[in-house]
């Protein structure tokens, strides 16, 4: 049982470019989330996923996109990344929407020249 | 809208001292709290989850408390050890909202 899993670890992009950080998990939980931390900051929630299918999008979506086509995964899409973009990135999941424990994976540290 | 505060930033105990982490936010109508540690460059671990109608929870050597009419909770940590340094976070759930977090405590356990 691996849980939360995550991909890359870490990633360099270039202004403009784009790239899709993955997020699996093997809990058969329903719902994911995709948050980013930024230095000296609270995690703030980007997009999540109440099942396959069905996203909606969170206090800070602009510039990202999701995907949910299974229960287990739930890519992130960045697209045309700009330097306001670097932080690290985490992905969990949960039984309950919210209310319930939430599970998070390792991260992805994102830096944008 | 809500907002989560933990003080202090950092904290440095010797090995053996129990301690307190405080966490308050600004609108009482939650659904529950949750207290996490995050690990240098890992991810978060949820430590205790304590529902809007409980007081306290406790895990081991962890007791976490909720005072909702004051907007506030602590985590109690006895007897620190080393392995206890990490950032620990806050987070509530608020009605029909999403998780709020703190900037977390950042706590160093001297040997």
């Known amino acids: 049982n691996a849980g939360v899993t995550q991909t890359p670890k870490f990633r360099i992009l270039k202004i403009g470019q784009s790239m899709t950080l993955q997020c699996t998990q093997d809990?058969?939980?329903?719902?994911m989330y995709w948050y980013r931390q930024d230095p000296g900051m609270g995690l703030k929630l980007i997009y999540y996923?109440?099942?396959?299918?069905?996203?909606d999008k969170g206090e800070v979506p602009n510039g990202y996109n999701v995907s949910r086509s299974t229960t287990e995964d739930f890519p992130l899409r960045l697209e045309l990344a700009a330097p306001s973009q670097t932080s690290v990135y985490f992905c969990a999941s949960s039984y309950g929407l919210f209310t319930d424990t939430q599970y998070f994976g390792p991260g992805t540290r994102l830096t944008v020249l | 809208k809500q907002e989560v505060t933990q003080i202090p930033a950092a904290l440095s105990v010797p090995e053996g001292e129990n301690l307190v982490l405080n966490c308050s936010f600004t609108?009482?109508?939650?659904?529950?709290l949750q207290w996490f540690r995050q690990d240098p460059g890992k991810g978060l671990t949820s430590l205790l989850l304590?529902?809007?109608?409980?007081r306290e929870q406790t895990s081991g050597r962890l007791n976490a408390s909720l005072d909702k009419s004051s907007g506030r909770s602590t985590l109690y940590i006895a007897a620190s050890q080393p392995g206890d340094s990490a950032t620990y976070l806050c987070?509530?759930?608020?009605?029909?909202?999403?998780?709020?977090f703190g900037t977390g405590t950042r706590l160093a356990v001297r040997p």
């Open positions: 809990m058969n939980h329903n719902y």
């Open positions: 609108d009482s109508a939650i659904y529950n």
């Open positions: 304590i529902q809007s109608s409980q």
């Open positions: 996923s109440v099942g396959a299918g069905i996203t």
């Open positions: 987070a509530v759930t608020s009605s029909g909202d999403k998780l709020t």
